[in-house]
């Protein structure tokens, strides 16, 4: 069974740079997509972008500025950088494994991480 | 920017059928942009329940069906039951990039 947990601090300061990693366990990340998805309070959820295991990605055209998604396939993780963060980026921030391919149907979710933004 | 419109919220009787419905501002919804749903409930993470517009997972109830339905992806429970309360998010795939619903919640009353 492929289990996802998402880890990093739990607040950031404004301006500064948000860092998780995901760690996939039971499992290889090699061969499929792996997301990030984040969930601000009370509101629906917002794709971040994928990376394949090969390292390609594609991003959220509105953070596609900030973020930087990378994979590290010999600790099985993949992780996720978003600079000059807000009070706008609080969120709950979930990894989810896409599948074989981009459009595959996200079958595997972390249980998720709140990240609060404040001084 | 691409906008995904779901119904807020809907409510439905216990054994009843309701269809939650998912819309692209871009035009009609086709198998192209392998609509998927998901369930969510309170303090849960999301799970996949309809996948590829109609294709379900192992743990999908079988009263949960997918379809395109007038230019819409749509998300069928018939015989809802209590359990079925949730909030339901419908995904679309564009080429490259993917945009979420902003969500249905689904209230079994």
């Known amino acids: 069974q492929v289990q996802l947990q998402e880890s990093g601090p739990g607040l950031v300061k404004p301006s500064e740079t948000l860092s998780l990693t995901c760690t996939v366990s039971g499992g290889s990340i090699s061969g499929y997509f792996w997301s990030w998805i984040r969930q601000s309070p009370g509101k629906g959820l917002e794709w971040i972008g994928y990376?394949?295991?090969?390292?390609?990605?594609n991003y959220n055209p509105s953070l596609k500025s900030r973020i930087t998604i990378s994979v590290d396939t010999s600790k099985n993780q993949f992780s996720l950088k978003l600079n000059s963060v807000t009070a706008a980026d609080t969120a709950v921030y979930y990894c989810a494994r896409v599948g074989r391919y981009e459009y595959s149907p996200y079958d595997y979710w972390g249980q998720g991480t709140l990240v609060s933004v404040s001084s | 920017q691409t906008v995904v419109t779901q119904e807020p919220s809907l409510t439905v009787s216990p054994g009843g059928t309701v269809t939650l419905t998912c819309a692209s501002s871009t035009g009609a919804v086709t198998s192209g942009y392998y609509p998927t749903w998901f369930q969510q409930k309170p303090g849960q993470a999301p799970r996949t329940v309809i996948y590829?517009?109609?294709n379900k997972h192992s743990w999908t109830p079988a009263r949960f069906s997918g379809s395109l339905l007038g230019g819409k992806a749509a998300l069928t429970l018939s015989g809802v039951q209590p359990e079925d309360e949730a909030e339901y998010h419908c995904?679309?795939?564009?080429?490259?990039?993917?945009?979420f619903g902003g969500g249905t919640k689904l209230t079994v009353l």
């Open positions: 995904l679309l795939y564009f080429g490259g990039t993917v945009v």
């Open positions: 990376i394949y295991s090969s390292g390609s990605t």
């Open positions: 590829s517009t109609n």
